[in-house]
């Protein structure tokens, strides 16, 4: 298996931009999870889906994000207008029974 | 809720040595899973190790081992005769399922740890 994968590995953008993350999980899990690593905050979980339904986006920061998981293999995280202080490596991970398997993450740039 | 600690933000260990990093949880649920997670600094998260809370017997992998004390709540992990890959940062989580809400992931904040040549 190829494992989780995310797309694009790297993002630069401009303050205002929307920014569109890509994730495919494994195939045959049934949890994806979405989290955002920085320095100042380590890892946030943003939010999480159970059969491509959304269980818990109490993480999700404010109104301009957004995720969407609209088949078993494929969801976006979407930011919608962009600040500088979305900067950070954001990771999706996918789960079938008991452990999370990451993917490498996508380091998003605002400027 | 359930919470992680890591009360060591950084550590190093002279390489070949052995190093313990520390990890305490909070939760009132008998039955739930925990992990260690590497983070080296390409900055994919690599599981390491797990170990189910019903289970006694401390979970080990090659060099890398638990020592699990479900009563103190706490799940340190051993990192014997270190190498120098094994710099990164590490990660202990806690995963519990719960029926309304499925699988629920706890991560503590994470220590950095360098081995020194």
């Known amino acids: 298996d190829a494992g989780v994968i995310q797309s694009p590995r790297h993002e630069v953008t401009e303050m205002g931009q929307e920014v569109t993350l890509r994730c495919k999980p494994i195939s045959g899990h049934d949890y994806l999870f979405w989290y955002r690593q920085t320095m100042m905050r380590g890892l946030e979980l943003l939010i999480y889906?159970?059969?491509?339904?959304?269980?818990?986006d109490s993480g999700m920061p404010e109104d301009r994000f957004s995720a969407k998981m609209p088949n078993a293999s494929f969801s976006t995280l979407k930011i919608q207008p962009s600040e500088p202080r979305d900067s950070a490596v954001y990771f999706c991970a996918s789960s079938l029974r008991v452990e999370q398997f990451f993917g490498p993450g996508t380091r998003l740039t605002v400027l | 809720a359930q919470t992680v600690t890591q009360s060591q933000p950084e550590m190093s260990v002279q390489e070949a040595e052995t190093v313990t990093l520390s990890c305490t949880y909070d939760t009132s649920e008998n039955n739930y899973y925990l992990f260690w997670y590497k983070q080296p600094p390409s900055r994919q998260m690599i599981l390491v190790i797990r170990q189910e809370a019903y289970k006694q017997q401390n979970a080990t992998e090659n060099r890398f081992s638990v020592n699990f004390q479900k009563a103190a709540k706490s799940f340190s992990l051993k990192i014997s005769d270190s190498q120098l890959g094994d710099t990164a940062m590490y990660f202990c989580?806690?995963?519990?399922?719960?029926?309304?809400?499925?699988?629920?992931?706890?991560f503590g904040t994470g220590t950095s740890l360098t081995v020194i040549p």
């Open positions: 889906f159970n059969n491509n339904v959304p269980i818990d």
């Open positions: 989580a806690f995963m519990k399922h719960f029926r309304n809400t499925g699988n629920q992931f706890y």
